[in-house]
């Protein structure tokens, strides 16, 4: 199963943004002493005891209805819970409990999901009744924090994950291929399932955030077992279009992580915006094998040059993709939609590929005599050897006597290599240095 969610929500200004800083360890969230700063969800992937999981952060739930941000915001928060596992809710242990506390209590019950209360900006622990009020929400035991100085978040984590749902077992049949179908709202992930089973599946509608929940489903093809996780938006909340393009990404997320073969859908009549650029950087980074499909090929206006403008703006705008292929297909016609089951059996081959140890030296050697590593100084760099660790994706260890001095390019470099050599189409390939000792 993939990554538990945990989503930090509280009303504006009690310090959910400091505490996400805190427990992710960076600072990714705009922290500022004004409400409504974090309008955006924020995410990223953490651990705690050995159990990863992802982490968001939403802006201040405020039940002003006649402020449009406060509603979008609203939206976008109510939208976390409805992803989450866990739930931490933050207090001001300074100020108390407010009206508005009471009212994000009261939809956080209604959610029905766990939730950790944790009241925060306590600085003197050993007094307990400034946070003791906070049982009076009827969200259980108040967990004591300073987000700012990270006290006490230890207890706080420790409590997140004894509410995690069970990690399970997926009974996984390693000749079934895992396919996610995702992109953001409207792209035609729907219209693509139905294509694929010959039925209509899922409710398709082109109205972003049709369907509710992401549906696996197996079927086979050319005798071959295939299992489908569709992804699609979420069921209401889509009268602002604009924040709906934001919806997508937890559930992405969620089944990214799930996939042998991520189908990464963008619409053939909008191209590539900003949204796409964030969910195919979780591909990317999560190290799953995928393809570039661009859909609703039927509604563009073509011309011998189409396809090779379109490649060229597809490259030039998901340059971290440049190994993965681009399909063109229109899921409502069909075309080209079963010859994406041809692709996705040789990236999930090309992922799951092994290299001999004797194999990949001899290439790297190669690349290294038409191509010497560059030095510093008196000091000179060599790689000895390297060998694979793992596939998907494929990674390989390479150990030198000085892993600060090997630039990223060089090692762009290698990676081209191993590609030319060894293919590796549709997957991304991992090169960590490591110090070779006794040399």
Known sequence: MGKPVVAIVGRPNVGKSTLFNRLVGARKAI??????VTRDRLYDNTDWSG????????G?????????FSKEIKMQAEVAIEEADVIV??????????????????????????????????????????????YNLGLGEPIPVSSMHGMNT????????EKFPDAGQEDD?????????????????????????????????????????AIDTPFKYNGKKYILIDTAGIRKKSRIKESTEKYSVIRSLKSIERADVVLFLLDGTEGVIEQDKRIAGYIHEEGRANIIVVNKWDLVKKDEHTMNRFDKDIREELKFLSYSPIMYVSAVTKQRVFKLLEIVDLVAEQAAR????????????????????????????????????????PSFVLFTNHPDLVHFSYLRYLENAMRKNFGFEGTPIRLIVREKSGI
Do not use: C, H, W
Request: proline share 5%.
């Open 31 to 36: 922290v500022e002493d004004v409400p409504g």
């Open 51 to 58: 159990r990863e999981f992802i982490i968001i952060d939403t």
């Open 60 to 68: 201040g739930i405020r039940f002003d209805e006649g402020d449009i």
């Open 89 to 134: 809710f933050v207090v001001d242990a300074r100020e108390g409990i407010t009206t508005e506390d009471e009212e994000v209590a009261q939809l956080l019950r209604r959610s029905e999901k766990p939730v950790v209360l944790a009241a925060n900006k306590v600085e003197n622990f050993d007094r307990q009744l400034e946070y003791f009020e906070f």
């Open 154 to 161: 230890d207890q706080l984590l420790d409590a997140v994950i």
């Open 173 to 213: 049949d390693p000749d079934t291929i895992k396919i996610a179908i995702v992109g953001r709202p409207n792209v035609g992930k729907s219209s693509l399932v139905n294509a694929f089973l010959g039925e209509s599946r899922v409710i398709v509608s082109d109205v972003p955030g049709t369907t509710r929940d």
């Open 354 to 393: 092994r290299i001999t140890t004797a194999e990949l030296n001899r290439v790297l050697n190669e690349a290294m005599m038409l191509n010497p590593l560059p030095g510093a100084g008196k000091r000179k760099v060599k790689i000895y050897y390297a060998t694979q660790v793992r596939i998907t994706p």
